[in-house]
């Protein structure tokens, strides 16, 4: 039981045992020393140069544009709603298929757009986007 009675001559050893420390660092120093010289070892030789960038081929966007008197515009071209719809009908059959732009004026009546979105989705258009304007201060 002499083993389990405290010492009051024992003090609290308040160094840092640099030993462990020391051993860590001479191995990273040794390999460091072996690694830098493979390293510096190296053939210079002029490689090819080829980009590794795809070829994007960016798909042509219609443009349509509904009026307030509830004419359409593709692209600038009036158009009726048969013309319309045969004109989606071919865009929809292109690949890479092009993105269909929806701008409504302020004014038209909704049924004339939803008409427009459903010819798009008719002629099998899988992009659509409305373009807006923001509000002014």
Avoid: C
């Amino acid at each position: 039981m002499a083993g389990f009675i405290a010492d009051d001559n024992e003090e609290v050893m308040s160094e840092i045992n640099m030993i462990p420390f020391i051993d860590v660092m001479l191995v990273l120093l040794i390999v460091f020393i072996i690694t830098v010289p493979v390293m510096k070892h190296a053939v210079n030789i002029e490689l090819p140069r080829a980009s590794s960038e795809p070829e994007l081929i960016q798909p042509q966007t219609l443009r349509l544009t509904v009026k307030a008197d509830g004419s359409y515009w593709l692209d600038d071209e009036r158009l009726s709603d048969e013309q319309l719809a045969a004109r989606l009908q071919a865009a929809g059959q292109q690949q890479p298929q092009p993105e269909l732009h929806l701008r409504g004026d302020r004014d038209v009546r909704y049924e004339r757009v939803a008409q427009a979105m459903a010819a798009a989705q008719q002629a099998g258009i899988q992009k659509i986007g409305f373009i807006t304007e923001p509000p002014r201060p």
